[in-house]
């Protein structure tokens, strides 16, 4: 009698135990309690090494920095253009410790894939900066100009393969929208998508495609230890530190900025929304966030609440139109 009592006093401890330990699992996994300034997750809804992924850790470094939040995390969603990573991150709640790295890349994927939610399901927080595309060739090809390329596209388009990020993106949308202006059916192009710069650098050196098109910090390095030449930058005019000229200086009336911000989850307060700008506004205004501005040749385009909102919508609506008008 004595030995069954001593079992029964040792199982029912050990469920205790085990009570208790699925509790502090539960209670370490829950944002109960949790704010901001104390714990902060970003998601960058693409594959380490993009864009995305980038100016997510280069933010979260910027908040580390000045101890704006004490415990910042990066994770990475990858997935169709950044739709997946959104999907996931609109089921969050309204959790104000949550944050996602977007842009322009995944208003086209939105579009293109025809995502259940867009960016509408979001709280837009602030947009940080733009950055710009670039037409890409290897260093020893026959293009040593844009219109040297435009000159031999034209004749033949589906003859010459153009290598870029996911279909709808950004790189997608400067194909069509070059080919348009240079006089080329925007159907025809053959564009080839890739999962990143870093692919699309593999088929440039394999000669997979003849043209490349991401980010110029994607081929930066390259670029600069003359293995590749830049033939065109997708900004409005001449970017300080980099050496290319733009599509409209060459003729080509294009221009097409790749923003990057920060949106929060649906249904957070006001005062959740505002503390969230808060800690945003203070990382850009930090030296490490300048810096990173400056090495990534980023320019810098803060705008934050209903502001941004607005901006966003219209955004969307602006690469809606050319990519119907595309026909991509």
Do not use: C
Not at 192 to 219: K, M, P, R, W
Not at 248 to 275: H, K, Y
Request: charged share 20%; hydrophobic share 40%.
């Amino acid at each position: 009698m004595q030995r069954k009592r001593f079992l029964l006093g040792v199982v029912g401890a050990l469920g205790t135990l085990a009570l208790a330990g699925a509790a502090a699992v539960d209670a370490s996994n829950s944002t109960t309690g949790a704010t901001p300034r104390s714990k902060l997750t970003v998601t960058a809804p693409a594959a380490p090494g993009g864009g995305w992924d980038l100016a997510s850790r280069e933010f979260q470094q910027s908040l580390r920095a000045d101890s704006i939040v004490n415990n910042v995390q990066v994770v990475n969603v990858p997935g169709a253009g950044g739709t997946i990573g959104l999907g996931q991150f609109v089921e969050l709640g309204a959790d104000p410790t949550r944050l996602m790295m977007t842009g322009t890349v995944m208003e086209g994927a939105i579009t293109v894939n025809k995502s259940p939610v867009d960016l509408e399901n979001t709280t837009p927080i602030a947009r940080l900066a733009e950055d710009y595309q670039v037409f890409i060739v290897p260093s020893d090809s026959p293009y040593k100009t844009l219109q040297d390329f435009v000159k031999a596209w034209k004749k033949n388009p589906h003859s010459h393969a153009v290598g870029g990020g996911g279909l709808g993106g950004t790189d997608h949308l400067l194909a069509g929208l070059t080919a348009r202006e240079a006089g080329v059916d925007p159907r025809e192009v053959n564009y080839i998508s890739f999962a990143g710069g870093g692919e699309v650098l593999t088929a440039l050196l394999s000669d997979t495609v003849e043209i490349g098109v991401s980010s110029y910090n994607d081929f930066r390095d390259q670029i600069e230890a003359g293995n590749l030449r830049a033939l065109a930058v997708s900004a409005d005019e001449p970017v300080p530190g980099i050496d290319t000229p733009t599509f409209i200086e060459q003729g080509i009336d294009v221009s097409l900025p790749n923003w990057r911000g920060l949106v929060a989850p649906p249904g957070i307060s006001d005062e959740e929304r505002e503390e969230l700008t808060g800690i945003v506004t203070e990382a850009t205004k930090t030296a490490a966030w300048k810096d990173a501005l400056d090495r990534n040749r980023w320019v810098d385009s803060v705008l934050t609440g209903e502001e941004f909102a607005e901006f966003i919508r219209e955004d969307q609506a602006r690469v809606n139109d050319i990519i119907e008008e595309l026909g991509l």
